[in-house]
């Protein structure tokens, strides 16, 4: 059930965002922006993770779920660190995510060359 | 000497002596593929980098072209190089070592016009027996100046033309052939305000559309003396715009138009979307496929038309519109 | 004031000359491709739970084993092959954040290590990171002063 749950939730997602790639000028830069900005707020406001205990990786993967993430990192910090959390959250919480991204790319540019579009 | 606004028509008019072709794979698979003069298999043209391999496609062009005139470099008097990557390197790069001395010039996916037009204007005018046009773009550099890393999974709208891999030179002189350049029209900038760098048909249209209006009146021709009107890299967009603005001018060109960017790739085999664009579009499809017929003389008179989006990445993010340039080069066959 | 009507009338009838993607379509493979991203993730996280990570243990397993996967397909030129498929559906998930790394820093490693790949990495996953890390500063800063103010526990 729980495979279900993620498919088509994180299948809804995707398909809604296909609205603003092909529908408005928005680069796919920013779209990327602007969902990880809508999931931390969506988290903030206590939406988004009763969505993530039902969709499960339907929620978490895509970047609405990192949003969510930043979100659980600076507000458990600032639970446990009181101001200064404010500055530690975030990256504690993003920390895998961008990390993996980094390093894994870096070792990727020294195996792989540029190759053209097919 | 000058005729109308913006054109002129050369008492003595130079002759295109020879011109080559150099395209990668892709282009090589099209409907032109076996018109080419060389076709790589490999787009890095063996080399290192996309921008290296741009410039060797230059060098491989001038040298092509040369060669099959018999003219050594140290005989052309000067050189109009232009391509569209950042401060025209791939020209700098490209033809440095031919020691022929340089004009680099850009004016976007014009460039080929530009080249064209001041170096038959330069042998009209005495200054030198030969002088050499070349301009050149590849895929792999202007994604990565205009756009992604070619990795990068985006999807491409249907508006976006596919920048051609290729090279085109030309040598413009003296020495009787059987084509002829007697007129040129010089085009103006024209802004229709469209921010949009993904739909360059439609920023460069208007310019095209002004340009072939200024010729036919500088001229004084119909639509109907010339056997083709051949615009740049317009693309399918582009060229249905370019149809409904001529006509909104009480023009029809419909019979007798051909696009640069619709006839090198097949549009839907190829996945190309709106076309081929590029400075090597409209100079390779001139070289592989207009010259020759010009040169067989199935083709008696041709207007061709470059055009251009003039943008940068910086002007692009700054909001600035996307204008358009085109220039009217009058080819003969004689 | 008339040049701008003008343009905006130019605007206008180019967008209805221009074509446009099947959106349908397009949003049903979006659909796929995101289902079937999400799924994988869904696969990885229940087995890291198996194993008997923690909740947070095993979210963080699922995003490095998407990203690595990313990566190498990314690497391959497979990733932008799926992408071009796929549309949204490749983008949104965290995969499409990695791919969004791996792409510059193999076009750019020509351009050094450090203004090539070092500067170019980051040219647009850098954004995301900026905002995302912005955004939660100022929700974490809203969360403190309504904690220090008693309104929230």
Same mark, same amino acid.
């Given at each position: 059930m729980d495979y279900i749950n993620a498919f088509w939730s994180g299948g809804v997602i995707c398909a809604l965002v296909q609205i603003l790639l092909d529908r408005t000028k928005l680069m796919p830069g920013r779209v990327m922006v602007l969902l990880v900005c809508s999931g931390a707020v969506l988290g903030a406001l206590h939406i988004y993770q009763p969505f993530q205990d039902f969709a499960g990786a339907g929620a978490s993967v895509p970047l609405t779920g990192f949003g969510n993430l930043l979100w659980k990192g600076v507000k458990e910090a600032v639970d446990k660190e009181g101001f200064i959390g404010i500055f530690m959250g975030g990256f504690t919480a993003s920390a895998v995510g961008i990390s993996a991204a980094l390093v894994f790319s870096y070792f990727a540019s020294l195996m792989f060359d540029p190759k053209m579009k097919k | 000497m000058t005729k109308g606004l913006q054109s002129i028509a050369f008492e003595k008019s130079p002759y295109l002596v020879s011109s080559a072709s150099v395209v990668g794979k892709k282009e090589g698979e099209g409907p032109l593929g076996k018109m080419f003069d060389m076709v790589e298999k490999e787009d890095l043209f063996g080399e290192n980098t996309w921008e290296e391999a741009e410039s060797t496609m230059q060098k491989e062009a001038c040298l092509l072209a040369m060669g099959k005139a018999h003219? *050594?470099? !140290? %005989?052309?008097?000067y050189l109009f190089g232009g391509d569209l990557l950042r401060q025209g390197v791939a020209t700098s790069m490209g033809?440095? *070592?031919?020691?022929i001395p340089l004009f680099g010039l850009f004016g976007a996916c014009s460039t080929s016009g530009e080249a064209l037009a001041l170096a038959s204007m330069s042998v009209a005018a005495g200054y030198g027996e030969y002088m050499l046009a070349v301009t050149s773009s590849h895929f792999g550099s202007a994604e990565k100046e205009f756009r992604f890393p070619l990795g990068y999974a985006n999807q491409r709208p249907l508006s976006a033309q596919w920048t051609v891999t290729g090279s085109g030179a030309f040598l413009v002189g003296t020495k009787r052939s059987?084509?002829?350049?007697?007129g040129v029209t010089v085009g103006k900038i024209v802004d &229709?305000?469209? !921010? %949009?760098?993904?739909?360059m048909g439609a920023c460069m249209a208007p310019a095209a559309c002004d340009t072939i209006i200024r010729n036919l009146e500088d001229f004084e021709r119909?639509?109907? %003396? &010339?056997n083709r009107i051949v615009t740049g890299d317009l693309g399918y967009v582009g060229q249905s715009i370019l149809f409904d603005l001529m006509r909104g001018k009480g023009y029809d060109i419909k019979k007798n138009h051909m696009d640069c960017g619709m006839t090198i790739f097949d549009q839907i085999s190829q996945d190309t979307h709106a076309g081929g664009s590029g400075c090597g579009c409209a100079a390779t499809t001139l070289s592989a496929y207009i010259l020759p017929k010009l040169d067989r003389g199935e083709w008696k008179r041709v207007l061709f038309v470059p055009t251009g989006a003039l943008m940068s990445t910086v002007s692009y993010n700054e909001g600035a519109s996307v204008p358009g340039i085109a220039h009217g080069i009058v080819l003969e066959h004689c | 004031m008339d040049k701008e009507r003008q343009q905006q009338a130019y605007e206008n009838y180019v967008k209805k000359k221009t074509p446009v993607h099947n959106l349908p379509a397009n949003m049903g493979k979006a659909f796929v491709a995101g289902g079937v991203i999400c799924t994988v993730g869904q696969l990885v996280l229940n087995f890291c739970e198996k194993l008997g990570f923690d909740k947070d243990v095993s979210g963080g397993w699922t995003s490095m084993i998407l990203v690595v996967i990313s990566v190498l397909l990314t690497g391959f030129n497979i990733y932008p092959r799926i992408a071009k498929w796929g549309g949204a559906g490749t983008l949104v998930p965290i995969t499409g954040f990695a791919n969004s790394v791996a792409a510059p820093a193999i076009e750019y490693k020509k351009e050094g290590q450090v203004m090539g790949i070092g500067c170019k /990495?980051?040219? /647009?996953?850098g954004p995301v990171i900026l905002y995302g890390i912005f955004t939660s500063w100022v929700l974490g800063f809203v969360y403190w002063l309504l904690k220090v103010s008693g309104i929230a526990s």
């Open positions: - | 003219v *050594e470099p !140290k %005989d052309v008097r033809v440095s *070592e031919l020691n059987h084509v002829r350049i007697t &229709y305000g469209l !921010k %949009d760098s993904q739909n119909t639509a109907q %003396d &010339y | /990495i980051f040219t /647009i996953a």
